[in-house]
């Protein structure tokens, strides 16, 4: 079983900047991809950036510019740097993660229970 525990969500002005971070514990062999979705009220769930365990990222056109995605393999931990912030990024912040338990189970998605942002103009 693994645990994914987000923090850093919060209230920030338009145009400021803000830092989540997401970190996994539990039975964990391997995490391999890590990412960061978002899903603001009656909209669905959009991928913000992921990161693949060798560090190769990707980002939504909407944050390229302004978001950075980042991991620390040491801590099972996967981040978020959110500058220039706008008030459409308004959303709950989910981070997931690639599973695998042990050298002989198979890989799996694991969400973390989502983390508020709120950009005030």
């Known amino acids: 079983q693994v645990q994914l525990v987000e923090a850093g969500g919060g209230l920030v002005q338009a145009g400021g900047s803000l830092k989540l971070s997401c970190a996994a514990s539990g039975s964990i062999f391997r995490i391999n991809d890590m990412a960061w979705y978002r899903q603001a009220p009656g909209k669905q769930r959009e991928l913000v950036a992921g990161?693949?365990?060798?560090?190769?990222?990707n980002y939504a056109d909407s944050v390229k510019g302004r978001f950075t995605i980042s991991r620390d393999n040491a801590k099972n931990t996967v981040y978020l740097q959110m500058n220039s912030t706008k008030p459409e990024d308004t959303a709950v912040y989910y981070c997931?993660?690639?599973?695998?338990?042990?050298?002989?189970?198979?890989?799996?998605?694991?969400w973390g229970q989502g983390t508020q942002v709120t950009v005030s103009s």
């Open positions: 990161i693949t365990s060798g560090g190769t990222t």
């Open positions: 997931k993660a690639d599973i695998q338990p042990s050298l002989l189970n198979r890989q799996y998605n694991a």
